[in-house]
T-cell receptor
Framework: QQQVRQSSQSLTVWEGETAILNCSYENSAFDYFPWYQQFPGEGPALLIA?????DKKEDGRFTIFFNKREKNLSLHIKDSQPGDSATYFC????????????FGQGTKLSIKP | ETAVFQTPNYHVTQVGNEVSFNCKQT?????MYWYKQDSKKLLKIMFS???????VNETVPRRFSPQSSDKAHLNLRIKSVEPEDSAVYLCASSTWDRDERLFFGHGTKLSVL
C-alpha cells in the first residue's frame, strides 16, 4: 500500500517550459510535505517543503501547490533548465511521528535543451 | 557540501557473507537514519537512532542491525547477505524537531552475487 504516490515515473519537458510533478497521499493526518531532488550518484537533498496549513509555497523557480481537501500537491518548476534534470521525490510525515518520512516512488525529470 | 559521510562507496560480495557500512555526520544532529533505495529508486526507511536509542525499525530482516557508538556515527551491519539486499543504502541525519530536514550521504551501493 503506497501512502504517497507520484503519478508519473518519468517526465520530459523542453528547456524554458514549466515542469509539473504531481503527488497524492492517503493519510489525512500527514501535515508536512517536502520535495527532495536526487542527482545520479548522490543522496536526495531537500528542495522545498510545505505544511498543510498553507496552500502554496514558493522558492525561486520552484513552487508547491497544495490541496488539502483533495489530498494532492504538485511541484512546479518554472523556466526549466537542463541542470534540473534529476529524480524528484515527494514525501510526507505527521507531526506526532517525527523522523518517519514516507517517500513517493520518484519522478525522473528530463529537460531537453 | 557533504556533511554526511558514507564508506565504502561500493561493495561487491557473495551470498552469505557479512558486510558493514559506515556513516558519520558532522552537523551536530541528534538523529540518524538508514534508508534502502532499490533498483526502482524506491526509498524505504530501515532504522533511525535518536540519542543512541533505536526509535524506528521498519520490520527489516533480522540479519540487518544498526550500530552506533555516539550520536555522530551510525553503522549498518548485514549478517549473511541475500541477493535481494542488492541496493543503495543511504545514511541520513536530522534534528529531532518539526522541520525534519534530512541530510543524506552519497550512499553505499551493495551488489550481492
Amino acid at each position: 500500500q503506497q501512502q504517497v504516490r507520484q503519478s508519473s515515473q518519468s517526465l520530459t519537458v523542453w528547456e524554458g517550459e514549466t515542469a509539473i510533478l504531481n503527488c497524492s497521499y492517503e493519510n489525512s493526518a500527514f501535515d508536512y510535505f517536502p520535495w527532495y531532488q536526487q542527482f545520479p550518484g548522490e543522496g536526495p537533498a531537500l528542495l522545498i517543503a510545505i505544511r498543510s496549513v498553507s496552500d502554496k509555497k514558493e522558492d525561486g523557480r520552484f513552487t508547491i501547490f497544495f490541496n488539502k481537501r483533495e489530498k494532492n500537491l504538485s511541484l512546479h518548476i518554472k523556466d526549466s533548465q537542463p541542470g534540473d534534470s534529476a529524480t524528484y521525490f515527494c514525501a510526507a510525515s505527521m507531526n506526532y511521528n517525527q523522523g518517519k518520512l514516507i517517500f513517493g516512488q520518484g519522478t525522473k525529470l528530463s529537460i531537453k535543451p | 557540501e557533504t556533511a554526511v559521510f558514507q564508506t565504502p562507496n561500493y561493495h561487491v560480495t557473495q551470498v552469505g557473507n557479512e558486510v558493514s557500512f559506515n556513516c558519520k555526520q558532522t552537523l551536530g544532529h541528534d538523529t540518524m537514519y538508514w534508508y534502502k533505495q532499490d533498483s526502482k529508486k524506491l526509498l524505504k526507511i530501515m532504522f533511525s537512532y535518536n540519542n543512541k536509542q533505536l526509535i524506528v525499525n521498519e520490520t527489516v530482516p533480522r540479519r540487518f542491525s544498526p550500530q552506533s557508538s555516539d550520536k555522530a556515527h551510525l553503522n549498518l551491519r548485514i549478517k549473511s547477505v541475500e541477493p535481494e539486499d542488492s541496493a543503495v543504502y543511504l545514511c541520513a541525519s536530522s534534528t529531532w524537531d518539526r522541520d525534519e530536514r534530512l541530510f543524506f550521504g552519497h550512499g553505499t551501493k551493495l551488489s550481492v552475487l
